[in-house]
């Protein structure tokens, strides 16, 4: 039997890892550039890389950080990873200063040997005593199971101003013991409620997405303002879902960037949070006649509109589209077929949307 801590790179956790690379390379010069410190903290951080060398989130994370073209312009970056298993504390420990030599010096790491609920609370505390507040930060949250990620723990998080979210929902081991007695706390835990039984005899499709929403209920009772998610598949089985939770306009907006940069590239789907829900595949990446009845079906009967309005609404959870696919995917065609109106004088040139430019949907 092996005594190994490393482990083989599943394709799912590919995405996991494309996506949390394609975020970070925005989320650090957003916050770095007009913070004086921020944190990335990796709850369960592993031992830095797999069997085949393939790197984990603490090396993406220092990476990212120490490649970006910005990094001389960011403040203080301080990263934290967190790993109760000593033996992936001892790889990652040795990894680091061989994998990401040369670090910037605006650029501190510390790797702690703990549980992640344990060690965030008496963080938290401590900052309580002191009277003070922690620095914004991305907490990524990513269980083996369903412990040790309690909605009052996250709950603290998100309490802290610009903090986020990148948690591992793990729909796979919530399925298959959901009825299992000595299981039910640490789901009562996990959602921060009992609701969670409400779903547990619906038929398959609606019991997941049940459990979907009560956690996005949950996540935002909890403080965040924006909540969206992807699922990731192992072949043709959901293995988890990937629940991204911000305060942030612009912070979700930047995750559904990363994720359309991403999701073509494997067996992923990214839903949004009303009913036009559903697989984001490559063909609905060069199909946006989804936007455009959705535009239409949103604001057709409010007459004259600013862009700036409707930019703020592709911003949301409330679509899977995102900002940059406005003008070019939506409003130029739709200009172009007729069924747009604009107010002139609102703009200088024809067919293009500066901030304060008035539309309507014919």
Known sequence: MSTSPLWELEPHTVGKHLILKAYLDAWLPILGMTQGRILFIDGFSGPGKYIGGEPGSPLIALQSFRNHTANTRIGEVLFYFIDDNPSRVKHLKALIPKAVPNLPPNCKYEIIQGKFD???????????????????????????????????????????????????????????????????????????????????????????????????????????????????????????????????????????????????????????????????????????????????????????????????????????YHSGHLKSYALKPMELNGLLEIKESTRRRKRTYPTGTMLRFI
């Open 118 to 320: 344990q060690e965030m609370s008496s963080a938290l505390d401590e900052l309580e005593k002191q009277k003070t507040s922690m620095a914004p930060a991305f907490v990524m949250i990513d269980p083996f199971g369903v412990s040790g990620t309690p909605m009052d723990v996250i709950s603290r998080i998100l309490s802290v101003p610009k903090c986020e979210v990148y948690i591992s929902f793990m729909y796979s081991s919530i399925n298959r013991f959901r009825q299992t007695p000595e299981f039910e706390s640490h789901l009562d835990k996990l959602f921060g409620c009992r609701d969670w039984r409400d779903g547990n005899n619906l038929p398959s499709e609606e019991r997941k997405d049940s459990f979907y929403s009560l956690y996005k209920q949950q996540l935002k009772y909890a403080g965040a303002k924006q909540v969206i998610y992807f699922e990731l598949y192992k072949g043709n089985r959901l293995i988890y879902a990937i629940f991204f939770a911000t305060q942030s306009l612009k912070g979700c907006d930047e995750m559904k960037k990363a994720i359309w940069k991403i999701i073509p590239e494997g067996n992923y789907k990214f839903k949004g949070s009303n009913a036009e829900a559903g697989q984001l595949s490559f063909e609905l990446q060069h199909n946006f006649q989804p936007l455009q009845d959705l535009l239409v079906s949103t604001y057709r009967l409010k007459g004259w509109v600013s862009v700036d309005e409707i930019e703020s609404f592709l911003k949301t959870d409330q679509t899977i």
